[in-house]
């Protein structure tokens, strides 16, 4: 069963880059059906999703946020990373990293880091 874990700083200023990284282990990072996904949850609203990498390599993100987004990943490190740029306090949430299996659907989350946007 694959296990993800998220890391990244807490607390990031206004107009900075939010940068997190999930660790993935007890699988295979490089099948053909993984989508490896970040989602997001702010402070009393549902899940957000912001994108994903796909097993090509191409990514896809959130149209809300696109233009601050990139996903990225290193196969040889067994770790997939997120980069939010100018954030805002909007921003705050907590950050879930999991995998989308393309027959089983979302079936492996991170325990999720708390990110706040704050000077």
């Known amino acids: 069963q694959v296990q993800l874990q998220e890391s990244g700083p807490g607390l990031v200023k206004p107009s900075q880059t939010l940068s997190l990284t999930c660790a993935v282990s007890?699988?295979?990072?490089?099948?053909?059906?993984?989508?490896w996904t970040w989602i997001r949850q702010p402070p009393g609203k549902g899940l957000e999703w912001i994108g994903y990498i796909a097993p090509s390599g191409n990514t896809y993100y959130s149209p809300s946020l696109k233009s601050r987004t990139s996903i990225s990943r290193d196969t040889s490190k067994y770790q997939f990373n997120l980069h939010l740029s100018s954030v805002t306090p909007e921003d705050t949430a907590v950050y879930y990293c999991a995998r989308f299996n393309s027959h089983y659907g979302l079936d492996s989350w991170g325990q999720g880091t708390h990110v706040t946007v704050s000077s």
């Open positions: 007890g699988g295979s990072m490089t099948t053909n059906y993984d989508y």
